[in-house]
């Protein structure tokens, strides 16, 4: 069955409000059995969309699919928000429990994020630190278990849970191609929990200053290809993820078996990330024949103490990079949502015991990486004392230095507790490394190409 929402009242006037049009349509093909739902030129305003089983959402060249920034109309739903089951605000487009769904079309999906990043800021800039408002004091009441939870920085204390752009929680067969996604209120495309997703030929655009509004956030997910997308964002590109902390480990839920193939990344935190979200592991990803342009990070590994997880298997060969930051950055030391009163032990140089929420990062492969006009150094590799990281290769890397419009060195990667350094060579702190035909051009006289630290062991062959 393919029914147009026009034959339920939608009109794409850009003025109207078409929720109870979307409403009345997916009811009707889900009473069918499935179907495909189309939309066709024009500006639909909307508030959420739920999806189910065996149907398709089509959003037709000219058509923008855009939603409604009144906070009351996203009530509270189970989902993970930063790596934490808890409830949030409903996802604009959201499936839950569901198979064999797609989003496809050559339109636009918009979040209409400005009103959304402009309260987070009037509230950073009033130095909120609890819920105030009706929507926070109600998910505050939901997640009251749940205070003590880590967070990535985003703003859980306040219980501004922002939703993100298009979410599918427990499902498996999903498809999202050709579209565009823009103006995410939080993460924009969010698989969690989810298993055998495609997503290519897409393209996702978030103002570069806009808070946490990641690309793709795949999380606790299994086999999934990504290909032929382009992500340009205010946070990271494209981020695997696996849950935070204790809860993350109960959950077990890996992501593993992981493609990206073919994509480029233009502005972003980082290009493809690995964390910091890590506890319930990530293994057998593969990354290959990308392009990064003006990323902040290219190959971006972060976790700290307390994450948890084994994060292993994972290779990226012909990455093409053009004036980011640093190409590689493997950080276990990440500041980002560490509280205060944490600082001291997460940060710190010394050996700490070794337990469950120890993150163990090892079998990691480089190849063919060709980086031009980085900007604040050549590579960054840090792992824990107490758990260095191990079996990582680096092969037929050529790496080159801007030579100007240079940035500090510490902004190579968002670190806490490691000196600082001037060095802008590949660092290497407790990492076991293997360096073959890699090259660093671009240095200033007497400096070296890699600066060995406290507890690196390389072999440069």
Same mark, same amino acid.
Not at 184 to 188: H, L, N, R
Not at 270 to 278: A, D, K, L, P, R
Not at 421 to 434: F, K, L, P, Y
């Given at each position: 069955m393919t029914a147009d929402i026009a034959?339920?009242?939608g009109a794409g006037d850009g003025h109207t409000d078409n929720s109870n049009a979307f409403a009345a349509a997916i009811?009707?093909?889900k009473r069918a059995g499935g179907g495909t739902l189309r939309v066709r030129r024009g500006v639909y305003l909307c508030g959420p969309i739920e999806l189910f089983s065996n149907m398709t959402l089509e959003i037709e060249h000219g058509a923008i699919l855009q939603f409604l920034p009144d906070v009351q109309r996203y009530p509270p739903v189970l989902t993970r928000w930063e790596g934490i089951v808890c409830f949030g605000m409903h996802p604009l487009v959201f499936a839950r429990d569901a198979h064999d769904i797609s989003l496809k079309g050559e339109g636009i999906i918009d979040g209409n994020g400005n009103p959304w990043w402009a309260s987070l800021r009037r509230k950073k800039s009033a130095r909120q630190s609890c819920p105030v408002e009706p929507i926070e004091l109600t998910l505050a009441e939901y997640n009251k278990d749940l205070v003590d939870q880590p967070s990535g920085g985003g703003g859980r204390e306040i219980q501004f849970l922002r939703p993100p752009l298009v979410q599918f929680f427990r499902c498996s067969n999903i498809s999202i191609e050709g579209l565009t996604f823009r103006n995410? &209120?939080?993460?924009?495309i969010h698989p969690v929990f989810s298993d055998h997703v495609i997503i290519c030929n897409v393209l996702v655009q978030n103002p570069p200053d806009a808070p946490n509004t990641d690309g793709i956030d795949i999380d606790s997910c299994t086999d999934v290809r990504v290909e032929n997308t382009t992500v340009d964002v205010g946070d990271d590109c494209i981020a695997i993820k696996a849950g935070a902390g204790e809860r993350g480990l109960r959950e077990g839920k890996a992501s593993k078996r992981i493609t990206i193939h073919g994509c480029h990344f233009k502005q972003g935190h980082?290009?493809?990330?690995?964390?910091?979200?890590?506890a319930g592991g990530i293994s057998d990803v593969s990354v290959s024949d990308c392009t990064f342009e003006s990323t902040d990070r290219g190959v971006r590994l972060k976790s700290r103490r307390g994450r948890g997880g084994a994060v292993s298997n994972l290779r990226f060969c012909n990455l093409k990079m053009e004036r980011v930051?640093? &190409?590689?950055?493997?950080?276990?030391?990440?500041?980002?949502?560490?509280?205060?009163?944490?600082?001291?032990?997460?940060?710190?140089?010394?050996? %700490?015991?070794?337990n469950t929420l120890t993150p163990l990062f090892h079998d990691i492969e480089i190849s063919g990486l060709e980086a031009q006009g980085c900007r604040a150094s050549a590579g960054f590799i840090v792992g824990l004392p107490e758990a260095p990281i191990e079996g990582l290769k680096m092969k037929h890397c050529h790496i080159g230095?801007?030579?100007h419009d240079m940035v500090p060195v510490s902004e190579s990667e968002m670190f806490e507790g490691i000196p600082e350094?001037?060095? %802008?060579?590949?660092?290497?702190?407790?990492?076991?490394?293997?360096f073959k035909d890699v090259t660093v051009t671009g240095l200033a006289t007497g400096e070296e190409p890699f600066i060995f630290e406290d507890g690196a062991k390389t072999d440069t062959l």
């Open positions: 034959e339920f009242g009811a009707s093909l995410s &209120p939080f993460w924009t980082g290009g493809v990330v690995i964390g910091s979200e890590t930051l640093c &190409p590689v950055a493997i950080n276990m030391y990440y500041r980002c949502g560490a509280k205060p009163e944490e600082k001291a032990d997460l940060f710190s140089l010394a050996h %700490r015991p070794v230095l801007a030579g350094t001037g060095a %802008r060579g590949i660092r290497i702190r407790h990492a076991s490394c293997e």
